[in-house]
């Protein structure tokens, strides 16, 4: 694949003077600090660890209370129960600290790996929760002499914690089930969202009986406290950073819109203005959650990334898809937006060599332009573009004229799907067409299958797996 200047638009006075440039002049290495990708895979090991020591730490704690030995099978099933209820409720404190968009969360494992971890450690507690219940239940019910089914609702009336503990299984039930394939695909995203967070409801309700139900963490002991610090330190990261700093922020830089543009493929490009923008100390590539109008907290939030280099404005560029992003298109200047964030790691910072490789296609050109517009000084930079035409690629004419600027090499290909990741006219491979890969950051942003493929021809083109960053539009 040959990468060429872009040609300057028609009416450009040097319109005649186009240059094939393989490998632009070099200049001074990028400002770039190493290895912000193998920090971040340490940081997620580290997270993971932390999570299975507090487990165990609890098991610990469980044991040492000794309340089964004494008990025979029956009390060895009550004690296994109790060693999963305890593993099940720290995922289910990880998930809360995943899912509360503290920044320290997004440094060291990044926003995306704390969606997949979040999802992974949702389902896994589910799971370990059913069997956590099946234990205890079938334990309980040999020894009132009784059927699993009927103990099980026995609960009920027992104490209020165990019956708030059966109504977050309920909960969970719901949860669960609409987080299958099968049914989140029938389901419109807003209200699958709505009902997801009903899993917030079910962890808040299954709290009590942590506490009150069984020997361990009874009675403010060592026990108790080391239970209580999770969950406080967890349910007070989640409520501050998803609920408190949100109000502060939105209220502290009260953002408008301050103008809309409609691109070529029809989306709507909508910059941001307010008090302090630079304060809230936003990175090219990063997104934003937004939503717009009145009652905006109240909405629902819809991620979009920063669609130029963030300053005194914020912009985003949004491609209708569905009925949050069509609405886009009617709104006003002046308009009112709710955000949250900046979030995410699809950034410069995240970089680990000099050159940049800048790859996206349709709507996922918009963190490149960013990227493009404020890639530190040096190093080489090459951006390649995929749509359908040149029309279908939205912002082409900015990326273009920072393209010249920027002295980067540069290819559109436009035209029908290809049987890799170009055209059917024009297949493409970076093998052999990056000068350094081993020094070279490769920015992939379009739909999920094109993006894995580009990953797997950056890995054959000998681009280490940690500079190869990839963004997708949906989680
Ligand atoms: C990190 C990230 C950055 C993004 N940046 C951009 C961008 O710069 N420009 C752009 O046009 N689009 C971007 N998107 C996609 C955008 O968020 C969705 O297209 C939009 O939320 C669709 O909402 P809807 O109601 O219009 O459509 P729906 O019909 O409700 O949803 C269509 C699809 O969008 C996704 N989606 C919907 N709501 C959300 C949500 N609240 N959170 C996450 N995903 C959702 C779901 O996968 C859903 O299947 C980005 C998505 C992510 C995850």
Redesign the pocket.
Known sequence: MTLTAPAPPASHPDREAPAAIDAPPRVSAPVVPPGAARRRARGADALQAAVWLAALTGIAFMIASGAFLDGGVWGWLRMISRALGIVAAVMMLAQLLLASRAPWIDRVIG??KAITLHTEYGVTSVVVMLLHIGAVTVADAHVAGDNPASQLLAYWSYDWFLAWALVSLAATAIVLVTSFASARARL???RW?AIHLLSYVSIALAVPHQFLQGETFRGMGAAWWFWFALWVGSGSAFLFWRVVKPVVVNRRHRLTVSALRRESDG?ITVTLAGRAVRSLGAQSGQ?I?IAFGRLAFAR????????AAPGDTLR????????????IASLKVGTAAWIEGP??I?THGSRSGRDLVLIGAG??V??LRSLLEDAPEGGRISVVLRGRSRDEVPLLDEIESLARKRRASYALLAGGRGRTWGTADREVTLVGAIARPHDTDVFICGPHEWGRVVQADALAAGVPKEAIHR?????
Do not use: C, N, Q
Request: cysteine-free; hydrophobic content about 35%.
């Open positions: 926003h995306d419109p995203y807003h969202h989306s997104f959650g629902e939030m819809h991620p979009y990334s920063l669609s985003v560029t949004v491609k209708p898809l569905g009925d949050a992003s069509a609405r979030l995410g699809f709507i996922g918009s963190p963004e997708e539009f949906a989680w």
